[in-house]
């Protein structure tokens, strides 16, 4: 769509634009926050995971 808006600007149908700006837009919107927020969870258990081996490790060379 940036394209048409960008190269064709005498082309593009108003009500075409109007309806991404109103109904995708919003859409997307809410699925990449969505996805961001599964992310986050993701980091977070992959932290966890990572802080639990590091303690191990230092744990492990500490008696050798």
Same mark, same amino acid.
């Given at each position: 769509?940036?394209?048409?808006?960008?190269?064709?600007?005498?082309?593009?149908?108003? &009500?075409?634009?109007?309806?991404?700006?109103?109904?995708?837009?919003?859409?997307? &919107?809410?699925?990449?926050? /969505? &996805?961001?927020?599964?992310? /986050?969870?993701?980091?977070?258990?992959?932290?966890? /995971?990572?802080?639990?081996?590091?303690?191990?490790?230092?744990?492990?060379?500490?008696?050798?």
């Amino acid at each position: 769509m940036r394209d048409i808006l960008i190269h064709r600007y005498f082309g593009v149908d108003p &009500e075409t634009v109007w309806t991404v700006v109103k109904e995708e837009i919003p859409r997307s &919107e809410f699925r990449l926050r /969505k &996805e961001n927020a599964n992310m /986050k969870q993701i980091e977070d258990h992959l932290r966890q /995971k990572l802080d639990i081996f590091q303690k191990r490790r230092f744990f492990d060379q500490s008696f050798q």
